[in-house]
């Protein structure tokens, strides 16, 4: 299955996300381009298209914080990756390891709730 | 935190990671509008909007397949939430337990690349 087979958002991209392969923990949400896909399997590491600054982003080429690719999977109906990845430091630009660090809700109990 | 500061992409939605809580896989990415979150917020279980219907998705109310919340987490630029749910049976409608069950790429070694 190629990019070409995917189903893209309005803008052409496809959302990503991105799992560390250490300790399963969900890192972030980022987007690919066609070009962002190819890239990442060229080079094995994670590149993006940053939709703030309408640029490739290759992950970690500021920061040190490299993403190296361990897998990709696509979900049934074809538009979103899963990827998971080899995170060097830290994903979130804040420092932490990922960028899910504020909880909203947690609930007790929820299991029986109808 | 509320679903008014959250960072809302053109259509008005946010997506919505899904883990499992038992074994930390990703099952699913969907979206939530407003109402979709605080539906999800008042029941204790996952509500969406579903993008291809045009309406509320209350998941599990067909199948059965209920995601009971555990815990909501936003990133650090507030435009993706993170689930943690409980899973009764699958979350997939093709009767996988993830949505991801189609390898793109398996990687080897790819820590050493450059």
Chains 1, 2 share one sequence.
């Not at 959302?15 to 190819?38: F, T």
């Not at 290759?58 to 995170?87: E, F, N, P």
Request: aromatic share 8%.
């Amino acid at each position: 299955m190629n990019f070409d087979d995917f189903k893209l958002d309005e803008r052409g991209l496809i959302p990503v996300v991105v799992q560390d392969d250490e300790n399963d923990q969900v890192l972030m949400l980022a987007y690919m381009n066609k070009e962002a896909y190819e890239r990442t399997l060229e080079e094995g590491r994670m590149v993006y298209w940053s939709r703030s600054r309408g640029e490739l982003w290759r992950k970690g080429d500021t920061s040190g914080h490299v993403q190296y690719v361990r897998s990709l999977d696509i979900d049934c109906d074809a538009d979103t990756i899963l990827a998971r990845v080899i995170q060097v430091g830290a994903a979130c630009h804040t420092g932490h390891r990922s960028c899910f660090y504020r909880r909203l809700v947690q609930m007790d109990g929820s299991e029986s709730k109808k």
